[in-house]
C-alpha cells in the first residue's frame, strides 16, 4: 500500500471513529431519558385508566383514557360505581401553597441577612457557624421530630400552618444561607467597597447593590427551595393533621384498609407536580443564570 493510500484512508478512518462515538452519545442519550421519563409516563398513564385497566394482567398500553380519577379528586367520587374515600384534595393542594410559600419567604428574609454577615462580615466562630447551619441538612429528620413534635404539643403550633412554616426551616433556612452566601461572595468587593465611599451603610449596600445583583441566585434559591418544601413528607406526617396535611401526605391518603385507588393516587401525584413544573419552566432563564454565577470570569 502506498503512503498516498494510507494518508487518504486515514482521515476516513478517524471520521468514523467520531460517528460511531457520537451515535453511541446519542443511543446513551435516549436510553437515560427513557429511564428517567418512565415512571411520570407510567403514572401519568395510570391517571387515565380506569380501574379495570389498572389492575389488568398484563399491563394495558391501548386503553380508553378517562378523567375520572381527576374528577374525583375535586368532586369526592368517580363517574361510576367506584367512590373516593378522600374528597379533601383541594384542601391539601391549598395546604401546600400556603406552607411552601409561607416557609420560603420566612426562610429568605431570615437568610439575606445572614448570609450577608457569613459573606461580607469578619467575626469570631464565623465558619463554626456556618458549618452549625450547614450541618442541620444531613441530620436525620428523625433526630428532629420527636423535639419538634413535643414542643408543638406544648405550645399548639401542631396540626396548624405555622407550626409546620416554622418547621420547614430546618429544611429551607440551611440551604437558603448556603446558597445566597455563594452568591453574595461572588459579587467583586470592590463594588461594596465603593458604595460605602459614596455613604451607603451595610444596609444600603445590601438593598442597592448586592441584592440586585444577585437577583437570579435570589431566583434559584427560592425556586429550589419551594421545589423541596412542596416535596417535603417526614414532617407534615408527623407534625401535621387532617386539616394542615399537603399534597404529599395527601396522595397516601388514597389507600385504605379495604382498597388502594391507584388512579386517584396516580391522578394527585401527576396534579401534585404541576406547580413545580409550571415554576421552572415560567423562570427557566433565571435558573441557568443563577446555577452559572461566577461560572466565568
Not at 152 to 165: A, V
Not at 198 to 214: F, K, Q
Request: with cysteine; proline share 6%; hydrophobic share 55%.
Amino acid at each position: 500500500m502506498t503512503a498516498q493510500a494510507v494518508l487518504y484512508q486515514a482521515p476516513q478512518a478517524v471520521s468514523y471513529r467520531r460517528t460511531v462515538r457520537q451515535v453511541a452519545i446519542g443511543v446513551a442519550a435516549v436510553v437515560l431519558l427513557a429511564w428517567t421519563c418512565f415512571p411520570f409516563v407510567w403514572i401519568l398513564l395510570t391517571s387515565l385508566k380506569s380501574p379495570g385497566d389498572i389492575l389488568s394482567v398484563p399491563p394495558s398500553f391501548v386503553f380508553t383514557p378517562t378523567i375520572d380519577n381527576y374528577a374525583a379528586l375535586v368532586m369526592g367520587e368517580q363517574r361510576g360505581q367506584y367512590s373516593s374515600t378522600r374528597p379533601d384534595f383541594p384542601l391539601f393542594f391549598v395546604n401546600s401553597l400556603i406552607i411552601s410559600v409561607g416557609a420560603v419567604v420566612l426562610s429568605v428574609v431570615a437568610g439575606i441577612p445572614a448570609a450577608y454577615a457569613l459573606a461580607r462580615f469578619t467575626f469570631p466562630a464565623k465558619n463554626g457557624l456556618a458549618f452549625l447551619l450547614m450541618s442541620f441538612r444531613f441530620v436525620p429528620f428523625i433526630a428532629f421530630v420527636i423535639p419538634l413534635y413535643l414542643l408543638f404539643q406544648k405550645f399548639g403550633l401542631y396540626n396548624t400552618h405555622g407550626g409546620l412554616i416554622l418547621a420547614y426551616q430546618l429544611i429551607t433556612l440551611p440551604f437558603t444561607i448556603w446558597m445566597l452566601r455563594s452568591f453574595f461572595q461572588e459579587i467583586p468587593l470592590e463594588t461594596q467597597e465603593a458604595a460605602m465611599i459614596d455613604g451607603c451603610s451595610w444596609l444600603g449596600v445590601l438593598t442597592r447593590v448586592i441584592l440586585p445583583l444577585s437577583m437570579p441566585g435570589i431566583a434559584v434559591t427560592v425556586i429550589l427551595g419551594f421545589m423541596f418544601c412542596w416535596n417535603a413528607f417526614n414532617y407534615p406526617l408527623m407534625l401535621a393533621g387532617r386539616q394542615t396535611f399537603p399534597v404529599t401526605v395527601g396522595a397516601i391518603q388514597f389507600i385504605s384498609y379495604e382498597q388502594v385507588l391507584w388512579g386517584q393516587m396516580a391522578a394527585a401525584t401527576i396534579v401534585a407536580a404541576l406547580p413545580q413544573l409550571v415554576l421552572s419552566l415560567m423562570v427557566q432563564k433565571y435558573i441557568v443564570r443563577g446555577l452559572t454565577m461566577g461560572a466565568v470570569k
